[in-house]
């Protein structure tokens, strides 16, 4: 009896102890300085050109594609004008779960829910332009050429002439999506939960090329200097070819649980100086080198990293699902700044103008919040009553378009 208490002592033991061997969470690494950084100063509005090269001065910047451009910066300092203390000009119904935000070219949002509703609202009006019903749709759609992009969980990509919401082309991948297709250089780029990334002929919708991947693939695909950039959800990070998707590098996370078990890139991958920054459930914040995969360094953030990051004036900013909210050195991962949101948060930082702005869900039964900080203090600086899972794009000049749960907003400076 005695030997069997024993026994029975020592392997729970054992079990204890290989249980906080298997959780302890991995050192982060610190090879930034080492490792190649690109400090020269990059323009900060570099979405693309959207109307066939005409100037419209008056709609303000476009928004084309989740993060604003295909590399995903989530950088819009130069919109200026777009600051607090603003007014609310319209809200509308999001027809469900708005888990994105709208994208925006010339004077015209373009918005879609979980319910599978997507729709054209007139900017400072806030008319319904047209609007057409899907199966369900978890991913923002994407403008280019004159043609709005999207997938659905009906498997198929769809292309919509975006003055009308007419159906110009739709393809099946025999798989359901919820990657923010990213467009450039006449090409569609999407990832797929059965762990592949297809690159479309954005005119015709004809796949070019497929790669298959470890793992889900629920992130947009960051495109820079003709090659992609993304993480799976088995925890590997990867680079391809844009023209033929081959495989440059293919880096495993760190993981969580002392590599025993690896995190998820839920997140999506941001460029730049040469570096890709991307967020993993793991808790930590990657600094990947991207021309050859090292790691250049980590930071654990606390809880999930949900959110995709904003590079800014050589600083990083990221949230960990807890409601840490943080601003990182780009280069070497440093903590510049840290806060803690009174809610949890799922949300991507995205700075405009002066400011950073990041939700925060609310509590229960209630909804959620939206903040602006000033990016270089963390002091907080304006807060808005509607938020949760993204936060915010620009519409205009002076127009500032926030995203909650269920209602479209339209705020202007004043």
Known sequence: MILAAALLLLLCGGAAAAYV????????????????????????????????GKKQPDYGAPWPMYGRNASHNRDASDMTAVAPPFTRVWKKPGH??????????????????????????????GELIWSKRFTKVLNQPAYYRGRVYFGSYDRNIYALDAATGKVVWKRNIGEQMESPPTLAAGRLYMGGLDGSVRALDAGTGRVLWTYHTSGAVKGAIA????????????????????????????TASNGLSSGLRSGTFYSTANVR????????????????????????????????????PAVWNGMVFDTGYDGNFQAMDARTGAVRWSTRLPYLTTSSPTVIGRYVYVASHGASGKSGNLWAFDPRTGRKVWHFPDGWYSTVATAGPKELVVTGPRHLYLLRSR
């Open 273 to 308: 100086y040469g570096r890709v920054y991307i967020g993993n459930t793991d808790g930590k914040l990657y600094s990947f080198v991207a021309s050859n995969g090292h790691i250049a360094w980590t930071h654990t953030i606390d809880g999930w990293v949900y959110g995709s």
């Open 223 to 250: 495109v820079s200097e003709g090659r992609l950039f993304f993480g799976d959800y088995a925890g590997v990070m990867y680079s391809l070819r844009a023209g033929n998707g081959g495989l440059v590098w293919r």
């Open 21 to 52: 061997i298997a959780t302890r969470p991995v050192a982060d690494v610190h090879n930034g300085l080492s490792e190649p950084f690109t400090s020269a100063a990059e323009p900060t509005s570099s979405a693309p050109a959207t109307s066939g």
């Open 96 to 125: 469900g779960i708005l888990e994105y935000p709208p994208s925006y070219v010339d004077g015209v949002l373009y918005l879609a829910s979980d319910s599978g509703w997507v729709g054209a609202y007139q900017a400072q009006s």
